[in-house]
Nanobody
């Protein structure tokens, strides 16, 4: 069974930094892409950043130039370095992984979520 275990997050200050990490286990299939989503109270879950196995990235406009996503394919690990934090970054952050069981079929898996709170 695929499991995503998240770490990091917590309380940060505006202008500061936090780092999130997520490790996927329980599969021998390719995971592509991996990424982070977030959900603030009263809002829908939104994409923060994603990265493919070949290193292609996609960021939400609100985090470009502040957040950096990276991954270690051998460890099935994805990290999100969050710099220049803003109070509006406060949300529950979820790790996402798409396990490719075939060329045409992938299944989304989600972590349990980790709270990020940024104080002004």
């Amino acid at each position: 069974q695929v499991q995503l275990v998240e770490s990091g997050g917590g309380l940060g200050q505006a202008g500061g930094s936090l780092r999130l990490a997520c490790v996927a286990s329980g599969t021998v299939f390719t995971i592509d892409p991996m990424g982070w989503y977030r959900q603030a109270p009263g809002n829908q879950r939104e994409l923060v950043a994603m990265i493919t196995t070949n290193g292609s990235t996609n960021y939400a406009d609100s985090v470009k130039a502040r957040f950096t996503i990276s991954r270690d394919n051998a460890k099935n690990m994805v990290t999100l370095q969050m710099n220049s934090l803003k109070p509006e970054d406060t949300a529950v952050y979820y790790c996402n992984a798409v396990v490719r069981y075939s060329d045409y079929w992938g299944v989304d898996y989600w972590g349990q979520g980790t709270q990020v709170t940024v104080s002004s």
